[in-house]
């Protein structure tokens, strides 16, 4: 069946500039997270939802990041007034659960580049 | 508070020679643990969990995972290394304790398998 797809693949923005990362869950999964990953970084926990509970956005960096998840499918990270700093790979993973005893799945993620 | 540590940034073995890639964790609580290999310019994938149960733990592509509670370690291991294993393995934990539902992750290990 299809994965997790995101769009696009890669992004190039000039400083300042407002960006919309998409991301496609597998169809059925319950839980959706955000993450990001720098060069030669690990993964950075951003954003975390889970079916009609309110999400869990302890791990966004500043107020100029949001993410929406609409009728509990697609979800779309914002981030408003990019800065160089934000230049990274945004990752979206799906769950079927919210339980942390199942795997997440990993889309392929959106490079950004803010020039 | 929760952590992993990927004691090594790069594991380097020769083709048919036994792998190790290390991770210990902390947490309250008894853990959830997870190994996920990113392979260049790929998403990535799911190898093996530790839920509850048999502490060792098999997994895709051949890999196998120990769970060692009095060690909170959980390595990955592999009896014979191919080419095509190399990659970067990441290390995931949470708790089963309390309502943090986020996987705190390590920073990586590049594993590198020569021919």
């Known amino acids: 069946g299809a994965g997790v797809s995101q769009s696009p693949s890669n992004k190039v923005t000039e400083k300042g500039k407002d960006v919309e990362l998409r991301c496609d869950p597998i169809s059925g999964h319950t839980a959706l997270y955000w993450y990001r990953q720098s060069l030669g970084q690990g993964l950075e926990f951003l954003i975390y939802f889970q079916g009609n509970s309110a999400p869990d956005k302890s791990g966004l960096p500043s107020d100029r990041f949001s993410a929406e998840r609409t009728g509990g499918s697609v979800s779309t990270l914002t981030i408003q007034r990019t800065q160089q700093e934000d230049s990274a790979v945004y990752l979206c993973?799906?769950?079927?659960?919210?339980?942390?005893?199942?795997?997440?799945?990993f889309g392929p993620g959106t490079r950004l580049t803010v020039t | 508070a929760q952590s992993v540590a990927q004691p090594e940034d790069q594991v380097n073995v020769a083709e048919g020679n036994p792998l190790t890639v290390k991770c210990t964790y902390s947490v309250s609580g008894n853990p959830y643990l997870f190994w996920y290999v990113q392979y260049p310019n790929r998403g990535l994938q799911f190898l093996l969990k530790?839920?509850?149960?048999d502490n060792l733990v098999k997994g895709s592509y051949g890999f196998e995972a120990e769970f060692n509670k009095s060690q909170t370690s959980f390595h990955l291991k592999k009896p014979s290394a191919l080419v095509s294993d190399s990659a970067l393995y990441f290390c995931?934990?949470?708790?089963?304790?309390?309502?943090?539902?986020?996987?705190?992750w390590g920073l990586g290990t590049s594993l590198a398998v020569n021919p």
């Open positions: 530790y839920i509850t149960g």
């Open positions: 993973a799906s769950s079927s659960s919210g339980t942390e005893t199942y795997e997440q799945y």
């Open positions: 995931a934990v949470r708790s089963n304790a309390g309502n943090n539902r986020k996987l705190i």
